[in-house]
């Protein structure tokens, strides 16, 4: 088979339609069908079928796409293994990150990353939900991603999902309030007041609604923001409490901010690379994640 009729079939799977397989292979949509029709009458069966306007997968397009990735990722670790007889990793690895973690990962990854000659890491922060991580890896080699601990684990398969850090949630208060000087706030504690919290979908969201499941008291949401310096800002100017990660908050004196644990509830945000089976065969991509857990290990111990 067609090694390049082969990653147009992929790009259509994980970009869903022809159009936008031909937005990343920069090619026009014409091209891209002629290519799957070049490939369905190569292998004899009907890989597309009909969806309202669009196309989608058949079960043995869906077959053909994994074994696909598995022959794309031999290619891959082909090219790896040159790259060993190099004296160092080389190459550019793309990176998504969401917001919070880039703020607390990147300033040191990029010095890591630094030291080796010749490895490159091109970094975008990107706002994402759980469900549209495994579609970033179409653009990107690496995808920093979170979720609540109690979600679903990503869809095993076609991706790794290797763990970065258990980051707490604790409750951020405005310096002055009544709660300020407790050293743990029970939820309960909390029932009338005002929350600012991310948009719905997020995972401290997430949380936050799976603690109203596990302990009744609902939340009365003034604000969304997703951006977590807001949220300090407005928790210290007194327009709300929050749920804020521990490792990425800045209450630091001064700040007009103070985080409290939750007693009695467990409540964290799982953080996770997420990247293509077979992609940690690159050294390149091997490499700067094992600088990001070196970063984690160095930020939390």
Not at 251 to 269: N, T, Y
Not at 281 to 295: F, K, M, S, W, Y
Request: hydrophobic fraction near 45%.
């Amino acid at each position: 088979m067609d090694i390049g009729r082969l990653r147009t079939l992929r790009e259509f799977a994980d970009r869903g339609s022809v159009t936008a397989a031909a937005r990343a292979l920069h090619c026009t949509p014409s091209a891209v069908s002629q290519q799957l029709r070049a490939l369905q009458v190569e292998v004899g069966l009907p890989l597309t079928e009909p969806a309202g306007r669009g196309l989608r997968l058949t079960d043995a397009g869906r077959a053909l796409v994994a074994r696909a990735d598995e022959v794309l990722a031999a290619l891959d670790r082909a090219e790896s293994e040159l790259d060993t007889y190099r004296s160092a990793p080389r190459g550019r690895v793309r990176i998504a990150i969401f917001q919070s973690a880039g703020l607390m990962l990147l300033p040191g990854l990029l010095h890591r990353v630094g030291a080796y000659e010749g490895l490159e890491v091109d970094v975008r922060d990107v706002d994402m939900t759980p469900p549209e991580v495994p579609g970033l890896l179409a653009d990107y080699d690496v995808v920093v991603a979170h979720r609540d601990e109690h979600a679903p684990e990503f869809e095993p398969g076609r991706i790794d999902v290797l763990p970065l850090l258990r980051e707490p949630l604790d409750i951020a208060l405005p310096a002055g309030h009544r709660l300020a000087r407790k050293r743990r706030v029970e939820l309960a504690e909390l029932a009338d007041e005002r929350w600012i919290s991310v948009n719905s979908g997020f995972p401290v969201d997430d949380v936050l609604r799976s603690l109203t499941v596990r302990t009744g008291v609902r939340p009365q949401i003034v604000q969304r923001i997703n951006d977590f310096r807001i949220i300090e800002r407005l928790v210290a100017a007194g327009h709300g409490v929050a749920l804020l990660p521990r490792y990425t908050v800045d209450d630091r004196r001064g700040s007009g901010l103070v985080c409290r644990p939750l007693a009695g509830i467990r409540a964290a945000r799982l953080v996770e690379v997420v990247c293509r089976a077979g992609a940690l065969d690159r050294p390149a991509v091997a490499t700067v994640i094992g600088e990001l857990r070196a970063e984690v290990a160095a930020l939390t111990t």
